[in-house]
């Protein structure tokens, strides 16, 4: 008789501890898919939702502009700089934009802030996110009005509405203070207090002639790519493309380093508590298999005396652990299956317990629970609970090989 196929009838000889092991098999799986894909979907979804709040994924600036940002320094030729980032594969958009600090004043109120200039034409609601968060208004026609969109909570602090007028004041390419006169057009509303009552949506060339830019100057040019997971891939593509020593090619780990930060806590906690999980599987599986060789000593004993090599009784007991594996994995995709396809597309809602303004890094984070998977993450988690099982019968399988036949046969 074959090895595998004696082994998997001894896995069947204890259907209800075999059962009950594959359960827990499964189990991990469906936890571990859980946090994995908790913690894909979420990393996700604020890395994109970051890039939308201006940066993008990779961002063209002047060198050392990210570390001192300063509205003398500036990209010269940024049309032509978009232009070519464009024709790249995997790029889905290229923005001109100008960010700075500013001072807003109305009739009631003066708060410092911060202003992104835009021109409409080159953004969308689903690259830029203030776009889209308009609850008031509507974003100016042109580059070159006095329009202005501002945040809702800046709008209750200046005691601001649609149509009335706002003034900022800025320093120039030289240094100097300017003010200029601007009239609200919309309010927007992204659910992070701290953005929304600190920034201002301004037309792209009306700001270039308060900063005495030239007409094709501006601090960055935001990139966005179909997979945020491509950014360093795609920062080095696009540097070598973009080869000048007065500009700097940056992903947004670089660009926005507080929510890299926060990012990279949540991966290390997903790995601690996998790893949790799997030493609790590890625990059951080893159980499991190291009772049944226990059981069996005098069975292998008989085994051993009658010719079988210690070497072919490790591989028949291994391969008992294999089989497990593989029922516990199809276990593990059964019962899953059902509960990914639940979150992945309906989700828990979790507003209640933590409201709809909740935020990381001064990135909004969606309050419905949900996952998405990686097809990398789902492989990593089925190779690493496969080879757990594989694992955990070394130790049983080298106690049944390891015992002389003449003390086995002692065993009651």
């Given at each position: 008789m074959k090895i595998r196929t004696l082994a998997w009838r001894n896995l069947w000889r204890r259907k209800r501890r075999t059962f009950i092991t594959a359960f827990s098999i499964g189990f991990?799986?469906?936890?571990?898919?859980?946090?994995t894909g908790?913690?894909?979907?979420?990393?996700?979804?604020?890395?994109?939702?970051?890039?939308?709040?201006g940066w993008g994924h990779v961002t063209i600036?002047?060198?050392?502009?990210?570390?001192?940002?300063?509205?003398?320094?500036?990209?010269?030729?940024?049309?032509?700089i978009r232009l070519a980032v464009l024709n790249l594969p995997e790029v889905s958009g290229a923005i001109v934009r100008i960010m700075g600090q500013a001072m807003f004043v109305s009739a009631r109120k003066t708060v410092g802030g911060m202003f992104l200039a835009i021109d409409p034409s080159q953004e969308s609601s689903e690259q830029n996110l203030f776009l889209s968060a308009?609850?008031?208004?509507?974003v100016f026609p042109n580059t070159n009005g006095r329009g202005v969109v501002i945040g809702y909570k800046m709008a209750e602090k200046l005691g601001l509405k649609l149509r009335k007028k706002l003034v900022y004041t800025t320093t120039d390419v030289h240094g100097e203070i300017v003010s200029e006169i601007a009239r609200v057009s919309g309010?927007?509303?992204?659910?992070?207090?701290?953005?929304?009552?600190?920034?201002?949506?301004?037309?792209?060339?009306t700001i270039r002639q308060t900063l005495n830019y030239q007409s094709d100057e501006a601090t960055i040019v935001a990139i966005t790519i179909d997979d945020q997971r491509d950014a360093l891939q795609q920062r080095d593509a696009i540097a070598k493309q973009i080869q000048n020593k007065s500009r700097e090619v940056l992903s947004?780990?670089?660009?926005?380093?507080?929510?890299?930060?926060?990012?990279?806590?949540?991966?290390?906690?997903?790995?601690?508590?996998?790893?949790?999980?799997?030493?609790?599987?590890?625990?059951?599986?080893?159980?499991?298999?190291?009772?049944?060789v226990i059981e069996r000593t005098k069975e292998f004993g008989v085994m051993l005396a009658i010719g079988m090599?210690?070497?072919?009784?490790?591989?028949?007991?291994?391969?008992?652990?294999?089989?497990?594996?593989?029922?516990g994995l199809i276990v593990g995709v059964i019962i899953t299956t059902p509960w990914y396809i639940y979150l992945h597309h309906v989700g828990i809602d979790f507003t209640g317990a933590i409201g709809d303004d909740y935020n990381a890094g001064g990135v909004l984070i969606d309050p419905i629970f949900k996952?998405?998977?990686?097809?990398?993450?789902?492989?990593?988690?089925?190779?690493?609970?496969?080879?757990?099982?594989l694992f955990s019968g070394l130790y049983p399988a080298w106690r049944a090989a390891g015992v002389p036949p003449v003390e086995s046969l002692k065993t009651a």
């Open positions: 991990g799986v469906m936890l571990a898919v859980t946090f908790a913690g894909d979907y979420g990393d996700n979804n604020m890395i994109n939702a970051g890039a939308r709040m600036a002047p060198r050392g502009y990210t570390q001192t940002p300063s509205l003398d320094k500036r990209l010269s030729h940024a049309s032509e308009i609850i008031e208004g509507e309010i927007f509303k992204t659910g992070v207090d701290e953005v929304d009552g600190a920034m201002v949506l301004f037309p792209i060339d947004w780990q670089k660009t926005q380093p507080d929510l890299a930060g926060i990012i990279a806590i949540d991966r290390a906690g997903n790995v601690i508590s996998q790893a949790l999980v799997g030493l609790l599987i590890a625990a059951g599986i080893f159980n499991t298999l190291l009772m049944g090599s210690p070497l072919t009784l490790f591989k028949l007991v291994l391969g008992e652990s294999l089989f497990l594996a593989i029922v996952i998405k998977l990686y097809k990398e993450s789902l492989s990593g988690i089925l190779i690493a609970l496969f080879s757990l099982t």
